[in-house]
Structures are given as C-alpha cells and as structure tokens.
C-alpha cells in the first residue's frame, strides 16, 4: 500500500491542518515573523512545489493530487470558533481541490524578493492568509478533516494512502470525544463508548506532531513515508 506509484489514474491526497488560534500571533525566535504568517508562507511554498512537481508542461499542472487545507481556532469565513476549510477566493469552502484547480485559482500573486544578488523580484501565487484568533480546537479538525479523507480513501481504493499533515504551535483545548464525535460523524465505522473496542482507524490521522495528549485515541503520531510520482 505504502510502495504505490502516484498517477493521474491513481491520484494522492494531501490533508494540512492549520491552528489559527490566538496564540499563533507569537512571533518566531530572533524574527519580525509571527507564527501564524510563518505557517501560512511555508504552507504557500509547499503548493507551490507541489504544483511543479506535478507540472507536465510549462503552465500547466497535471491532477496528480487532491489537496485539503482545515484551519480551526478562528473562522474567517464563518466567524467565530471552529473548523473550516481555509481556501480562499473561487476555491472557498471546498475541503479537497485538484491540482489544477488550485493552479488557476490563487487568492492573490505577491513579489518577493529573489534569492539571486541583483535578480529582479519574483512574483509568487498566495492561496492562505495568516489567520489567529481563539483557542485550539485541534480534535474538531482531526474529526471534521478525517471524515472528508476517509469518503477520499474509499473512492480512491487503489491510491497511495492519504497524507495528513498538521501544523499547531500547541497544545488542544477542546474534549476529543465532545469536540469530535459530536460535531462530525466518525472518521470510521461507529462511534463507540469506550476507546478499547473501536476499530483500528483507516487512513490514520495526525493530532499534533508534537504532543498527544487529549486527543482522540485514534488520533496516532505520522510516519513519513516516500511516495514515487509516475506521470501517466
């Protein structure tokens, strides 16, 4: 399963949870940078590379994977507290988005300035804002994103197992079974009442690559593996 060629045929998907809460204001060690602008940067050039990975020609990118971005703590589009996915623009409010859909459809194009000495800036697609606000509803989004990457995973039986990545500074703050079960239906087969007779999770998801503690107990720490791109 994990050794499975990623294609057109077969496409990927890549899940990001992204903490928007109130403490991702803080700015970075010895930098101006907050860690909510941080995220969203890294996060704009890994779509960015993901795009060029999969590029089969010059300006076009090919449907080699499905992307999903869930912000929780604050809600720009909702308002308040809570789970919701953080594109933006013509993509807003779509969970998962092919990659030539996400091409194409950019909130913003910024210059930046050019890593090479004298080289003129360049211009760069934005698909995230930085966002903080609220607490850390962390379990909320491994439940509402897991529900999605599970339909994902059934309707694309023979593709490589879906990528969950989170990117948090700290700690949940909301109950794993309260702030999951009740605000979507389980990621697999029925809720249960005690965590011993569950059924083993599929696809697995991440609470936090830092810490577990107070998240759902099907909620398990990622191991990276390598996935080979086949262009067909």
């Not at 990001?16 to 010895?30: A, E, G, I, P, Q």
């Not at 996400?102 to 697609?125: H, K, Y």
Request: glycine letters at 10%.
């Amino acid at each position: 399963m994990y050794e499975r060629d990623i294609s057109r045929r077969d496409p990927g998907c890549v899940v990001f949870l992204l903490d928007r809460s109130d403490s991702m204001k803080s700015t970075w060690v010895n930098s101006r940078e907050t860690l909510a602008e941080g995220a969203a940067r890294v996060l704009n050039e890994i779509l960015l590379e993901l795009l060029f990975t999969s590029q089969g020609e010059p300006g076009k990118a090919r449907h080699y994977f499905d992307v999903g971005i869930f912000g929780y703590g604050m809600r720009p589009a909702a308002g308040g507290e809570g789970v919701e996915p953080a594109f933006g623009g013509k993509l807003a409010g779509q969970p998962l988005v092919a990659l030539p859909d996400l091409r194409d459809n950019p909130i913003a194009v910024r210059e930046t300035p050019s890593v090479d000495a004298g080289a003129p800036p360049s211009r760069v697609p934005v698909w995230v804002e930085p966002v903080h606000g609220y607490r850390t509803p962390m379990c909320q989004a491994v439940a509402v994103a897991g529900a999605h990457v599970y339909e994902w995973a059934t309707a694309h039986p023979d593709s490589f197992p879906p990528i969950i990545i989170n990117i948090t500074d700290g700690m949940v703050t909301d109950s794993p079974y309260e702030g999951a079960s009740s605000t979507s239906r389980p990621v697999t087969g029925p809720r249960c009442s005690s965590t011993s007779s569950c059924p083993r999770p599929r696809p697995t998801a991440c609470c936090s690559p830092r810490r577990t503690t107070g998240c759902p107990s099907r909620a398990r720490s990622c191991s990276g593996s390598a996935a080979r791109c086949r262009r067909r």
